[in-house]
């Protein structure tokens, strides 16, 4: 053991003398060699330093950017009560309106509201009556229109000493007139899908849970009132579904008794020209043209699949008008539905005698029926002329793009054949 510590000092003893004597070509090796590894170490904690800076300002970009996605999906327009004494005026009187069955009123304050419909509504108004108590909006879909949740109170005659809460959401729109008034038609998607989203508010659950809760506690104090509504709504659909039929039958009789005018006529025809022989007349084709936005259904119901939306203006070959509130079009080479009631009928000018010609005196309208309240579908400047067909009661009818039109005939000049 001894040995062994005198051999390893004596190599220490050597190493030493080696050193100290090369030293002159050592260190400077050495230093090199010290100052490379630093300078690599230094580059290599540089680019690491980089690597970090960039991926921790990557992190914050990111950051930054999701914060600000869920600031605008997290920005919801304050649900406040109305100030707007039109908006307020417009459902006070709709409420007024529905309390007193007021069909007339009810179709001035909206856009459209089909057959059945006022129906349920004129005898739903029999046994209920509402009062509004606030409004509260917010912007609509589109410049000018809101979202509105109208909070009220409904009263029924079995109960007149309870007054139930109860909340209700409209879109509300402008019309080229600049007068509110409510829809009614079907909502298109993008109306619908803005509306979802208006209504996951905050705001909106927060009143829609009130309304809830102060519902639900009335209930709870008169719980005999949930069987009373079921008969009630049993009664109204009862004597919905008969005035509905009736209706129906009306129309049905209607229809009847036109066709067999027209039979009689022809029959009329034929026996007047007796041994000549009577060209079969050529079917009547009908259009419609719609007068708002509405959608196209694929057969006839509210809740069939769109398969379409019809913008206002929009002209359609009609196939069949339907007694249930329907009409069958061709769209897109195919069969579709739209509500009547969002319909204008004109009949097509292919195969209609025309009597004269009719120059414009000045810029008139062209209207879909001899009436200024009719829809218009066309104008004519001073000078333009047009085939007339007939002339009746002050107006002109007319050929105009394939279909009947009507011009007043105060503002033009008539020119008959001989």
Known sequence: MKNLGEKIKNLFSNIKKFVIK??????????????????????DQRQ?????????????????????????ENTEIPLEETNDDKIKALFESFYAALSAGDTDALLGLCDVIDDSELIRLT??????????NNVYIQAGPKEGSYITYTYYMAV??????????????????????????????????????????IASHDDVRELSN?????????????PDILDYFIELDTTVSTAVGEKIAQLNDKK??????????????????????????????EPVIMYATATTRVNIRASDSANAERVGEAMTGDKFQVVEELLNGWTKIIYNDSEAYIKSEYLSMIQSSDGQPTIGMLTAKSEVNI??????????????????QLEIVSIADGWCCVKFEGTLAYVAEEFVDCTLFE
């Not at 090369?22 to 580059?43: F, R």
């Not at 049905?252 to 007349?281: C, F, I």
């Open 22 to 43: 090369y030293s002159k070509y050592l260190l400077p090796v050495a230093v090199l060699i010290i100052a490379a590894a630093v300078v690599l170490i230094a580059l």
């Open 48 to 72: 690491k330093s980089i690597e970090r800076e960039n991926e921790r300002l990557a992190q914050a970009a990111e950051a930054e950017k999701l914060a600000a996605q869920e600031e605008i």
């Open 123 to 132: 005898e739903q108004s029999a046994y209920v009556d509402y009062t509004l």
């Open 156 to 197: 029924f005659e079995r109960y007149p000493d309870v007054a139930l809460p109860a909340l209700k959401g409209y879109l509300v729109d402008v019309n080229a007139e600049g007068e509110l008034y409510i829809v009614m038609r079907d909502l298109t998607d993008e109306e619908n899908d803005y509306i979802t989203q």
């Open 210 to 222: 009130k309304v809830n809760v102060e519902y639900n506690d009335l209930v709870l104090e008169h």
């Open 252 to 281: 049905q009789a209607e229809a009847a008794a036109s066709q067999a005018e027209l039979d009689a006529e022809s029959q009329e025809n034929a026996e007047d020209g007796e041994g000549e022989t009577v060209e079969e007349a």
């Open 367 to 384: 209207r879909s029926l001899p009436d200024t309240a009719s829809e218009r579908v066309g104008a004519l400047m001073a000078g333009d």
